[in-house]
């Protein structure tokens, strides 16, 4: 069998720290991605050790297959209501915990059940720790109907807004226009550096073809951390002082 590797390790030790934080009954958001499928299957293994009675929903259709193969309950959003805790991955954190995610595509259902929930965990290995949101491509979730032209106006907007940014990238898997869950398209911002998301926030979410952007502002309120000795530590926005 092949050796874990250090970010392997991380990413366990995050995704068994948030496991250790559900407890019996509880409705959970299950997020999307590879450090939180590591904290599904986890989260199945205490399930089968110690039925918890879990009611969960799943923020993409990749994530509720996992966890129903592994015997999780997974319900429609809508037929739970509001959720006790979701725990998710993300790409970058920022020392208010504000992040980007959407990496894996996932990033409207992944909003939309974190603010469903009274609490978010983020699970990430420390190369997700950043001092400044803005190094990984900001995804936006555009809808399929004259995304050219929301290319545009996105690419205006962001002129207007005195951002650099190389030229906007139609998220493509093998070769053809990737869809998310919804049928939508993404588009992948290159901006090095975001001085101001909650303003970069508005702005995109003003335009008409925008569904919604990778930017999750004040909604993470605990980071787990894992790190490559299988160490964990925890991040609070408070944290900040
Ligand atoms: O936002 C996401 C998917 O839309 C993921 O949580 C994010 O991309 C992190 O993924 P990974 O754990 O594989 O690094």
Known sequence: MAEASSSDIAKDAAARAAV???????????????????MVRRLAERND????????????AAT??????????????????????????ADE??????????????LLR?????MASDRMVVIADPTKVVEQLGAFHLPVEVIPFGWEITRKLIGEALVAEGMEHRPILLRKRDDTPYRTDEGN????????QIEDPARLSRVLNALPGVV???????????????????STIELTPEERG
Do not use: Y
Not at 110 to 114: F, G, N
């Open 64 to 89: 509720a297959e996992l966890a129903t193969s592994l015997g999780l309950a997974v319900h429609e959003l809508d037929q739970i209501g509001w959720l006790d805790m979701t725990i998710d991955g």
């Open 20 to 38: 250790a934080l559900v407890e019996p009954g509880m409705k959970l958001g299950l997020g999307s991605g590879s450090t939180a499928a590591v």
């Open 49 to 60: 050790e110690e039925p918890l009675g879990l009611i969960c929903a799943a923020t993409s």
């Open 212 to 230: 919604e952007t990778g930017l999750f502002l004040n909604i993470c309120r605990l980071a787990i951390i894992g790190r490559e000795d299988g």
């Open 93 to 106: 954190i920022d020392p208010d915990l504000n992040l980007i995610k959407g990496g894996g595509g996932a």
């Open 110 to 114: 992944e909003k939309i059940v974190a």
């Open 185 to 192: 398209l993404i588009l992948d911002l290159a901006l090095e």
